[in-house]
């Protein structure tokens, strides 16, 4: 118990010290530059939502438990996350709220999207298992007993705030741009990602699923498809301005001759 909690308050000492001194060095290199506060709140929003994915890599990896990760690090980043979001909007940071609000909310339909894929293809045989119901049970840490009502409120809690984490962090560092980006990065990037993944290998199917049959990955593969033209779609449509994360360092302003003037618009300088 006692190296439990040391070794938890070693993380959690770590992780604050990296957000503070990440910031302050940040904050030392551009403190003359006009979108200082928007850099920061943007790099800390996507480090509070990149944290969730993460999970499915460090714990089947044995780095960590999923009830820590999920209860130190997941949870403490949805907080902050929705601080973050509050704070942009009575503050009108309008683009920073506007993109973290789209990103969140096309990440959550496009979960639906790709459960609707995901659920077929378990229903028919072709996945060895339901994912949600399995974060729950090693969240919970449950796994003999087998899933119950709490553990499957937070597998699927899990699962679609990760899916919300993947448009907001598409939304965050990419802003508004065709639909083919976001299905690109769902199709190839999170596909891949999860096709070698620890957690394929501690189900026991391997890469790409090559030690259950090819079902699985096309599975897969039509159900992040299906995820990345839903997230796409929504975020074309809703998301207000064009420019990625880059614009708000110095030199992206300079080298884009642009001066950000409002909500998605600009003006030439």
């Given at each position: 118990?006692?190296d439990?909690?040391l070794?938890?308050?070693?993380?959690?000492?770590?992780?604050?010290?990296?957000?503070v001194?990440g910031?302050?060095?940040?904050?030392?290199?551009?403190?003359?530059?006009?979108?200082?506060?928007?850099?920061?709140?943007t790099?800390?929003?996507?480090?509070?939502?990149?944290?969730?994915p993460?999970?499915?890599?460090?714990s089947?990896?044995?780095f960590?438990?999923w009830?820590?990760?999920?209860?130190?690090?997941?949870?403490?980043?949805?907080?902050?996350?929705?601080?973050?979001l509050?704070?942009?909007y009575?503050?009108?940071?309008?683009?920073?709220?506007?993109?973290?609000?789209?990103?969140?909310?096309?990440g959550?339909?496009?979960?639906?999207?790709?459960d609707?894929?995901?659920?077929?293809?378990?229903?028919?045989g072709?996945?060895?298992?339901?994912m949600?119901?399995m974060?729950g049970?090693?969240?919970?840490?449950?796994?003999?007993?087998g899933?119950n009502?709490?553990?499957?409120?937070?597998?699927?809690?899990?699962?679609?705030?990760n899916?919300?984490?993947?448009?907001?962090?598409?939304a965050?560092?990419?802003?508004?741009?065709?639909?083919?980006?976001?299905?690109?990065?769902?199709?190839?990037?999170?596909?891949?990602?999860?096709m070698?993944?620890?957690?394929?290998l501690?189900?026991?199917?391997?890469?790409?699923?090559?030690?259950?049959?090819p079902?699985?990955?096309?599975?897969?593969l039509?159900?992040?498809i299906?995820?990345?033209?839903?997230?796409?779609v929504?975020?074309?449509?809703y998301?207000?301005d064009?420019?990625?994360?880059?614009?708000?360092l110095?030199f992206?302003?300079?080298r884009?001759?642009?001066?950000?003037?409002?909500?998605g618009?600009?003006?030439?300088?």
């Open positions: 118990m006692i439990k909690l070794y938890t308050s070693i993380i959690l000492m770590a992780i604050v010290a990296f957000i001194g910031a302050l060095v940040i904050l030392g290199l551009i403190k003359r530059h006009r979108h200082t506060k928007e850099l920061l709140l790099l800390i929003a996507l480090a509070s939502a990149g944290v969730s993460n999970l499915t890599v460090f089947p990896a044995g960590i438990s009830s820590t990760y999920f209860w130190y690090l997941v949870v403490p980043g949805f907080i902050v996350f929705i601080g973050i509050i704070y942009a009575v503050s009108s940071e309008q683009r920073l709220f506007n993109q973290m609000w789209v990103g969140m909310w096309a959550f339909a496009a979960t639906i999207a790709l609707i894929v995901r659920l077929t293809g378990f229903k028919l072709y996945m060895p298992g339901n949600p119901r974060f049970v090693m969240i919970w840490g449950n796994m003999l007993e899933p009502a709490l553990s499957d409120f937070i597998g699927y809690t899990y699962h679609f705030w899916g919300c984490a993947f448009g907001i962090v598409y965050l560092i990419f802003g508004k741009t065709s639909w083919i980006g976001p299905l690109i990065y769902s199709a190839v990037f999170v596909e891949t990602g999860m070698i993944s620890p957690a394929m501690s189900m026991g199917v391997g890469p790409f699923g090559i030690n259950f049959g079902e699985l990955f096309i599975v897969s039509l159900a992040h299906a995820m990345g033209i839903v997230m796409g929504i975020l074309q449509r998301v207000r064009r420019g990625t994360i880059l614009k708000l110095p992206g302003e300079e884009s001759g642009e001066v950000l003037t409002g909500y618009q600009t003006s030439r300088g």
